[in-house]
Protein backbone atom coordinates (compact mmCIF):
# COMPACT_ATOMS: atom_id res chain seq x y z
CA UNK A 1 0.00 0.00 0.00
CA UNK A 2 1.35 3.30 -0.93
CA UNK A 3 2.00 5.73 1.73
CA UNK A 4 -1.31 8.26 1.68
CA UNK A 5 -0.02 10.45 4.29
CA UNK A 6 1.61 13.45 2.96
CA UNK A 7 -1.57 13.48 0.16
CA UNK A 8 -4.71 15.81 -0.29
CA UNK A 9 -7.67 12.91 -0.69
CA UNK A 10 -9.78 13.27 -3.38
CA UNK A 11 -13.39 14.11 -2.29
CA UNK A 12 -14.94 12.13 -4.95
CA UNK A 13 -13.07 9.34 -4.50
CA UNK A 14 -11.83 9.09 -0.80
CA UNK A 15 -14.22 8.53 1.72
CA UNK A 16 -15.43 10.69 4.64
CA UNK A 17 -12.90 8.39 7.13
CA UNK A 18 -10.07 9.28 4.75
CA UNK A 19 -10.80 13.01 4.44
CA UNK A 20 -11.50 13.47 8.47
CA UNK A 21 -8.16 11.30 8.34
CA UNK A 22 -6.44 14.20 6.55
CA UNK A 23 -8.06 16.71 8.29
CA UNK A 24 -6.74 15.86 12.18
CA UNK A 25 -2.94 15.24 10.36
CA UNK A 26 -3.30 19.00 8.62
CA UNK A 27 -4.35 19.87 12.11
CA UNK A 28 -1.54 18.67 13.58
CA UNK A 29 0.86 20.52 11.11
CA UNK A 30 -0.55 24.03 11.93
CA UNK A 31 1.57 26.10 14.48
CA UNK A 32 -1.52 27.19 15.87
CA UNK A 33 -2.75 23.67 16.25
CA UNK A 34 -5.94 25.35 14.29
CA UNK A 35 -7.81 23.98 11.07
CA UNK A 36 -11.46 25.56 9.28
CA UNK A 37 -13.58 24.10 7.07
CA UNK A 38 -12.33 26.76 4.60
CA UNK A 39 -8.67 25.68 4.88
CA UNK A 40 -8.97 22.13 4.65
CA UNK A 41 -11.80 22.77 1.35
CA UNK A 42 -8.96 25.43 -0.10
CA UNK A 43 -6.51 22.87 0.13
CA UNK A 44 -8.03 20.02 -1.75
CA UNK A 45 -9.65 22.94 -4.51
CA UNK A 46 -6.01 23.57 -5.48
CA UNK A 47 -5.65 20.40 -7.04
CA UNK A 48 -8.68 19.63 -9.03
CA UNK A 49 -10.20 20.42 -11.96
CA UNK A 50 -13.59 19.45 -12.98
CA UNK A 51 -15.26 19.45 -9.53
CA UNK A 52 -17.93 21.46 -7.99
CA UNK A 53 -16.62 23.76 -5.38
CA UNK A 54 -19.94 23.16 -3.39
CA UNK A 55 -19.76 19.04 -3.83
CA UNK A 56 -16.01 19.73 -1.94
CA UNK A 57 -17.58 21.87 0.51
CA UNK A 58 -20.10 18.87 0.98
CA UNK A 59 -17.10 16.63 1.41
CA UNK A 60 -15.39 18.58 3.88
CA UNK A 61 -18.51 19.15 5.72
CA UNK A 62 -19.31 15.47 6.17
CA UNK A 63 -15.69 14.78 7.50
CA UNK A 64 -16.24 17.26 10.14
CA UNK A 65 -19.40 16.21 11.08
CA UNK A 66 -17.12 12.39 11.34
CA UNK A 67 -14.94 14.47 13.17
CA UNK A 68 -17.64 14.97 15.84
CA UNK A 69 -18.79 11.52 15.95
CA UNK A 70 -15.28 10.47 16.75
CA UNK A 71 -15.08 12.92 19.74
CA UNK A 72 -18.30 11.18 20.60
CA UNK A 73 -17.17 7.43 19.85
CA UNK A 74 -14.56 7.64 21.39
CA UNK A 75 -15.95 8.13 24.92
CA UNK A 76 -15.56 10.82 27.71
CA UNK A 77 -14.01 14.02 27.16
CA UNK A 78 -11.00 13.70 28.93
CA UNK A 79 -8.17 14.09 26.04
CA UNK A 80 -8.28 10.78 25.01
CA UNK A 81 -9.82 12.14 21.24
CA UNK A 82 -6.63 14.57 20.63
CA UNK A 83 -8.64 17.07 18.76
CA UNK A 84 -11.72 19.21 19.51
CA UNK A 85 -14.10 21.22 17.65
CA UNK A 86 -15.58 24.89 18.40
CA UNK A 87 -19.40 25.53 19.31
CA UNK A 88 -20.14 25.56 15.33
CA UNK A 89 -18.27 22.69 14.41
CA UNK A 90 -16.50 24.41 11.61
CA UNK A 91 -13.19 24.37 13.09
CA UNK A 92 -10.59 21.71 14.43
CA UNK A 93 -8.32 22.24 16.64
CA UNK A 94 -5.26 19.86 18.71
CA UNK A 95 -5.41 19.52 22.14
CA UNK A 96 -2.57 17.22 23.11
CA UNK A 97 -3.04 13.72 24.23
CA UNK A 98 -4.18 14.38 27.60
CA UNK A 99 -2.51 13.28 31.54
CA UNK A 100 -3.30 9.46 30.54
CA UNK A 101 -1.55 9.61 27.32
CA UNK A 102 -4.78 7.90 25.97
CA UNK A 103 -4.47 10.57 23.06
CA UNK A 104 -1.10 9.26 22.08
CA UNK A 105 -2.58 5.89 21.34
CA UNK A 106 -5.11 7.53 18.97
CA UNK A 107 -2.26 9.19 17.10
CA UNK A 108 -0.81 6.05 17.09
CA UNK A 109 -3.82 4.41 14.68
CA UNK A 110 -4.15 7.41 12.85
CA UNK A 111 -0.47 7.75 11.83
CA UNK A 112 -0.67 3.34 11.46
CA UNK A 113 -3.66 3.83 9.60
CA UNK A 114 -1.65 6.34 6.51
CA UNK A 115 1.38 5.45 6.23
CA UNK A 116 2.68 2.38 4.49
CA UNK A 117 3.12 0.13 7.65
CA UNK A 118 5.30 -1.79 5.25
CA UNK A 119 7.73 0.05 4.46
CA UNK A 120 7.39 2.52 7.08
CA UNK A 121 5.99 0.73 10.29
CA UNK A 122 9.95 0.68 11.63
CA UNK A 123 10.17 4.19 13.81
CA UNK A 124 12.56 4.79 16.98
CA UNK A 125 13.43 0.95 16.70
CA UNK A 126 9.76 -0.21 17.25
CA UNK A 127 7.85 -2.22 14.60
CA UNK A 128 3.98 -0.43 14.43
CA UNK A 129 2.17 -3.68 13.27
CA UNK A 130 3.91 -5.75 16.24
CA UNK A 131 2.92 -2.84 18.68
CA UNK A 132 -0.77 -3.06 17.34
CA UNK A 133 -0.65 -6.90 17.99
CA UNK A 134 0.45 -5.67 21.58
CA UNK A 135 -1.88 -2.91 21.63
CA UNK A 136 -5.32 -5.61 20.51
CA UNK A 137 -4.43 -7.58 22.92
CA UNK A 138 -4.65 -5.38 25.59
CA UNK A 139 -7.84 -3.95 24.53
CA UNK A 140 -9.12 -7.61 24.01
CA UNK A 141 -7.84 -8.29 27.77
CA UNK A 142 -9.96 -5.53 28.84
CA UNK A 143 -13.27 -6.67 26.69
CA UNK A 144 -13.18 -10.24 28.91
CA UNK A 145 -13.00 -7.55 32.25
CA UNK A 146 -8.99 -7.78 32.89
CA UNK A 147 -6.40 -6.95 33.81
CA UNK A 148 -7.74 -9.87 36.39
CA UNK A 149 -5.86 -13.21 37.27
CA UNK A 150 -8.47 -14.73 35.70
CA UNK A 151 -7.75 -13.42 32.22
CA UNK A 152 -4.70 -14.60 30.21
CA UNK A 153 -3.72 -13.62 26.73
CA UNK A 154 -0.38 -14.19 24.25
CA UNK A 155 0.47 -12.73 20.90
CA UNK A 156 0.04 -15.58 18.37
CA UNK A 157 0.70 -12.82 16.13
CA UNK A 158 2.02 -13.72 12.18
CA UNK A 159 4.69 -11.14 12.67
CA UNK A 160 6.95 -14.26 14.12
CA UNK A 161 6.76 -15.97 10.22
CA UNK A 162 7.88 -12.98 8.70
CA UNK A 163 6.48 -10.39 6.24
CA UNK A 164 4.86 -13.54 3.71
CA UNK A 165 2.65 -13.52 0.77
CA UNK A 166 -0.90 -15.49 1.02
CA UNK A 167 0.07 -18.33 -0.58
CA UNK A 168 3.66 -18.10 0.80
CA UNK A 169 4.18 -21.23 3.05
CA UNK A 170 5.51 -21.22 7.03
CA UNK A 171 8.13 -23.29 8.07
CA UNK A 172 6.66 -26.14 9.66
CA UNK A 173 8.56 -26.49 12.82
CA UNK A 174 7.56 -23.05 14.07
CA UNK A 175 4.09 -23.15 13.19
CA UNK A 176 4.03 -26.50 15.10
CA UNK A 177 5.81 -25.05 17.91
CA UNK A 178 3.01 -22.09 18.05
CA UNK A 179 -0.04 -23.95 17.56
CA UNK A 180 1.16 -26.45 20.51
CA UNK A 181 1.98 -23.51 23.24
CA UNK A 182 -1.16 -22.29 22.35
CA UNK A 183 -3.39 -25.24 23.08
CA UNK A 184 -0.69 -26.05 26.10
CA UNK A 185 -1.35 -22.32 27.80
CA UNK A 186 -5.11 -22.18 26.61
CA UNK A 187 -5.94 -25.58 27.72
CA UNK A 188 -7.87 -26.37 24.52
CA UNK A 189 -7.17 -28.56 21.79
CA UNK A 190 -4.58 -30.62 23.07
CA UNK A 191 -1.62 -30.44 20.97
CA UNK A 192 -0.90 -29.30 17.58
CA UNK A 193 -2.19 -32.29 14.54
CA UNK A 194 -2.90 -31.45 10.95
CA UNK A 195 -5.64 -32.67 9.06
CA UNK A 196 -4.24 -34.51 6.37
CA UNK A 197 -1.93 -33.33 3.35
CA UNK A 198 -2.12 -29.76 4.69
CA UNK A 199 -0.08 -27.39 3.86
CA UNK A 200 0.81 -24.40 6.39
CA UNK A 201 0.37 -21.18 4.18
CA UNK A 202 0.80 -17.43 5.28
CA UNK A 203 -3.49 -17.26 4.90
CA UNK A 204 -3.63 -19.91 8.13
CA UNK A 205 -1.88 -17.20 9.74
CA UNK A 206 -4.43 -14.81 10.65
CA UNK A 207 -4.29 -15.31 13.99
CA UNK A 208 -2.69 -12.89 16.13
CA UNK A 209 -3.81 -12.42 19.62
CA UNK A 210 -5.61 -15.01 21.80
CA UNK A 211 -7.70 -13.74 25.29
CA UNK A 212 -9.25 -16.30 27.06
CA UNK A 213 -10.91 -16.91 30.91
CA UNK A 214 -9.48 -19.32 32.98
CA UNK A 215 -11.55 -21.05 35.61
CA UNK A 216 -10.05 -22.63 38.87
CA UNK A 217 -10.28 -26.64 37.46
CA UNK A 218 -8.47 -26.08 34.28
CA UNK A 219 -11.06 -27.91 32.33
CA UNK A 220 -11.89 -27.50 28.55
CA UNK A 221 -14.80 -25.36 27.52
CA UNK A 222 -14.14 -21.90 28.20
CA UNK A 223 -14.46 -18.63 26.52
CA UNK A 224 -11.73 -18.02 24.39
CA UNK A 225 -11.32 -14.65 21.58
CA UNK A 226 -9.29 -15.10 18.53
CA UNK A 227 -8.20 -11.89 17.77
CA UNK A 228 -6.92 -10.68 14.05
CA UNK A 229 -5.22 -7.32 13.67
CA UNK A 230 -4.71 -4.80 10.72
CA UNK A 231 -3.16 -1.93 9.90
CA UNK A 232 -3.11 0.68 7.18
CA UNK A 233 -6.37 1.01 4.82
CA UNK A 234 -5.95 -2.50 2.97
CA UNK A 235 -8.35 -4.37 5.50
CA UNK A 236 -11.89 -5.04 3.35
CA UNK A 237 -10.81 -8.15 2.00
CA UNK A 238 -9.63 -9.73 5.22
CA UNK A 239 -12.56 -9.75 6.95
CA UNK A 240 -13.50 -13.40 6.33
CA UNK A 241 -9.41 -14.10 6.87
CA UNK A 242 -10.03 -15.70 10.81
CA UNK A 243 -11.98 -18.91 10.58
CA UNK A 244 -11.91 -20.48 14.51
CA UNK A 245 -13.40 -23.90 12.97
CA UNK A 246 -11.20 -23.81 10.00
CA UNK A 247 -8.24 -22.71 12.44
CA UNK A 248 -8.93 -25.51 14.99
CA UNK A 249 -10.39 -28.31 12.82
CA UNK A 250 -7.02 -28.02 10.49
CA UNK A 251 -4.17 -27.55 13.42
CA UNK A 252 -5.63 -28.85 16.46
CA UNK A 253 -6.21 -32.42 17.96
CA UNK A 254 -8.81 -32.15 19.25
CA UNK A 255 -11.85 -29.23 18.66
CA UNK A 256 -12.59 -27.19 21.42
CA UNK A 257 -15.95 -28.05 23.00
CA UNK A 258 -16.81 -24.13 22.49
CA UNK A 259 -15.66 -22.68 19.44
CA UNK A 260 -13.40 -18.97 19.72
CA UNK A 261 -15.17 -15.74 19.66
CA UNK A 262 -14.06 -13.68 16.56
CA UNK A 263 -12.56 -10.57 17.18
CA UNK A 264 -11.36 -7.85 14.34
CA UNK A 265 -8.73 -5.19 15.22
CA UNK A 266 -8.35 -2.12 12.53
CA UNK A 267 -6.43 1.10 13.18
CA UNK A 268 -8.91 2.20 10.49
CA UNK A 269 -11.33 4.07 11.47
CA UNK A 270 -14.78 2.51 10.39
CA UNK A 271 -17.58 4.04 8.76
CA UNK A 272 -21.34 3.13 9.88
CA UNK A 273 -21.79 2.07 6.32
CA UNK A 274 -21.61 -1.53 5.81
CA UNK A 275 -21.26 -2.12 9.11
CA UNK A 276 -23.50 -4.93 10.05
CA UNK A 277 -22.43 -6.46 7.03
CA UNK A 278 -18.59 -6.06 8.01
CA UNK A 279 -19.30 -7.05 11.45
CA UNK A 280 -21.20 -10.32 10.50
CA UNK A 281 -18.17 -11.52 8.06
CA UNK A 282 -15.37 -10.81 10.55
CA UNK A 283 -16.54 -11.14 14.45
CA UNK A 284 -16.72 -7.97 16.51
CA UNK A 285 -14.97 -5.44 15.33
CA UNK A 286 -12.68 -2.95 16.88
CA UNK A 287 -12.28 -0.16 14.74
CA UNK A 288 -9.82 3.32 16.29
CA UNK A 289 -12.33 4.90 17.95
CA UNK A 290 -13.78 1.31 19.67
CA UNK A 291 -10.09 0.83 20.72
CA UNK A 292 -9.91 3.98 22.37
CA UNK A 293 -13.49 3.68 24.03
CA UNK A 294 -12.18 0.36 25.69
CA UNK A 295 -8.66 1.29 26.54
CA UNK A 296 -9.90 4.75 28.70
CA UNK A 297 -12.95 3.04 30.20
CA UNK A 298 -10.24 1.01 32.50
CA UNK A 299 -8.95 2.30 35.65
CA UNK A 300 -5.44 1.24 33.74
CA UNK A 301 -5.38 2.87 30.42
CA UNK A 302 -2.42 0.29 28.88
CA UNK A 303 0.66 -0.92 30.60
CA UNK A 304 3.51 0.90 31.15
CA UNK A 305 6.00 -0.10 29.07
CA UNK A 306 3.39 -0.41 26.01
CA UNK A 307 2.60 3.45 26.96
CA UNK A 308 6.02 4.60 26.22
CA UNK A 309 7.04 2.32 22.92
CA UNK A 310 3.87 3.53 21.40
CA UNK A 311 4.66 7.45 22.45
CA UNK A 312 8.71 6.79 20.94
CA UNK A 313 6.87 5.19 17.73
CA UNK A 314 4.36 8.34 17.25
CA UNK A 315 6.70 10.79 17.82
CA UNK A 316 9.97 9.71 15.50
CA UNK A 317 6.85 8.74 12.84
CA UNK A 318 5.38 12.26 12.88
CA UNK A 319 9.03 14.12 13.20
CA UNK A 320 9.58 11.97 9.85
CA UNK A 321 6.69 13.60 7.70
CA UNK A 322 7.35 16.72 9.05
CA UNK A 323 5.13 16.83 12.06
CA UNK A 324 6.26 17.90 15.03
CA UNK A 325 3.85 16.91 17.99
CA UNK A 326 3.81 19.88 20.60
Not at 129 to 145: D, I, N, W
Request: aromatic letters at 8%; charged letters at 25%.
Amino acid sequence: MTSSFPKVPKPHLDNVSAIADYVEIECLKQRDGNLSILDVASAIQMPLDGVAEDDIHQSVTDAFAEVAERMNNCGADDGRYPFTLDSRGGLIRYRGTGKRKIGMTYLYLLFATRLNMRSERVHSGYNGTELFEELSKEVAVRFLGGPHSSVSSLIFGTARFGVLEEDDEIDMATFQGAVTSLCHEVGEGLSFKPYPDARIRAKDGKLDVVVWRKFADKRPGKLVLFGQCKTGTSWESSLHDLQPLGFCAKWMEKLPPVLPVRLFFVADRLPAANWTDRTTNAGILFDRCRIIESLSGSTVSLEVELSRKIEKWVKAASKSKGVVLQ
